[in-house]
C-alpha cells in the first residue's frame, strides 16, 4: 500500500459562509495553506504569505465534515486548487451527497467534483509593492485566462472580484468582456478587513453593479465575527 492521500491544511471549522451567493448557508469550512500568489491585501496570511499547517488526511477530513450537522463543504485556501488531494476528496465528498464549493483565485484548473466555483480573479491593484521577487511573480501568475475559461465551461460558477476604486472596475469590465459568463455572477466585494473598510468602499461599487447588472457581495463574516480565524 502506499502513503495516504493527505492535504496541507490551515484550519477546519463550522462557520456561516459570508460571500456570495450561497451567503447565510451554514457550512464545514476546510481551508488548505499554500498559495501560488501574494495579494498585498491577503486576508488570510497565515495561507500565503507564510504558510502554516498540517498535513491531514483524507479519511481525517471526511471525519470532520461528517462530524459536522452542516451539508454544505467550502473548500478554501489559500488556493485549494495546488494540491492533488482535492481531486479525492471532492470525489468522495461528492459521493456522500454534500454540495461543495471550492473557493480558487482561478489560475489552476484540476478535474474537481463540485457543485459551485467561487472563482476570484485578482485585479492589479492586489499585486504587493515588494518584495520586488515576489510583486514580480505575482503579477505574472495573477490571472489566467484559458484557466479562466475552463473553469467557467467546466460547472456552476460566481466571479467575485475585490474592488475598492473605479480602476478596478475598469479592469473587472475589460476582463469579463473577454470571459462568456451571465453579468448576474459577476460580484463586486468590497476590499477590506474591517466593516468600516468595507463600508467605506460600498459606494463606488453599487452604481458599478446597477450599470453592468453584476452583484454587490457583501462580507457577512466580518460583519458577524471580524477578521477571526477559525470563522
Ligand atoms: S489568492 Fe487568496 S490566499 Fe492567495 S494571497 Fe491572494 S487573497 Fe491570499
Not at 497565515?46 to 491531514?56: D, I, K, L
Request: charged share 20%.
Amino acid at each position: 500500500m502506499g502513503n495516504p492521500v493527505t492535504l496541507f491544511i490551515s484550519e477546519t471549522f463550522t462557520s456561516i459562509q459570508g460571500e456570495g451567493l450561497l451567503t447565510g448557508v451554514s457550512s464545514v469550512f476546510l481551508r488548505t495553506s499554500g498559495c501560488n500568489l501574494r495579494c498585498r491585501w491577503c486576508d488570510t496570511p497565515y495561507t500565503s504569505w507564510e504558510p502554516t499547517g498540517r498535513r491531514e488526511t483524507l479519511a481525517d477530513l471526511v471525519a470532520i465534515v461528517v462530524a459536522s450537522p452542516a451539508r454544505h463543504v467550502v473548500i478554501t485556501g489559500g488556493e485549494p486548487m495546488l494540491q492533488a488531494g482535492i481531486e479525492p476528496l471532492t470525489a468522495e465528498l461528492s459521493a456522500a451527497g454534500y454540495h461543495i464549493t471550492i473557493e480558487t483565485a482561478g489560475t489552476i484548473f484540476r478535474p474537481v467534483a463540485v457543485d459551485l466555483l467561487s472563482i476570484s480573479p485578482k485585479l492589479s491593484d492586489s499585486t504587493p509593492a515588494e518584495p520586488a521577487r515576489i510583486a514580480v511573480r505575482h503579477e505574472r501568475d495573477r490571472l489566467n485566462l484559458s484557466v479562466l475559461q475552463q473553469l467557467i465551461a467546466y460547472a456552476p460558477h460566481q466571479l467575485k472580484f475585490v474592488a475598492a476604486s473605479q480602476a478596478d472596475i475598469d479592469e473587472v469590465a475589460a476582463l469579463v468582456s473577454q470571459l462568456e459568463v451571465a453579468p448576474d455572477r459577476v460580484m463586486l466585494m468590497p476590499e477590506g478587513r474591517t466593516v468600516a473598510e468595507i463600508d467605506a468602499h460600498l459606494p463606488v461599487l453599487i452604481p458599478a453593479c446597477n450599470a453592468n447588472g453584476w452583484r454587490l457581495c457583501d462580507r457577512l463574516h466580518l460583519r458577524l465575527f471580524g477578521n477571526t480565524p477559525g470563522t
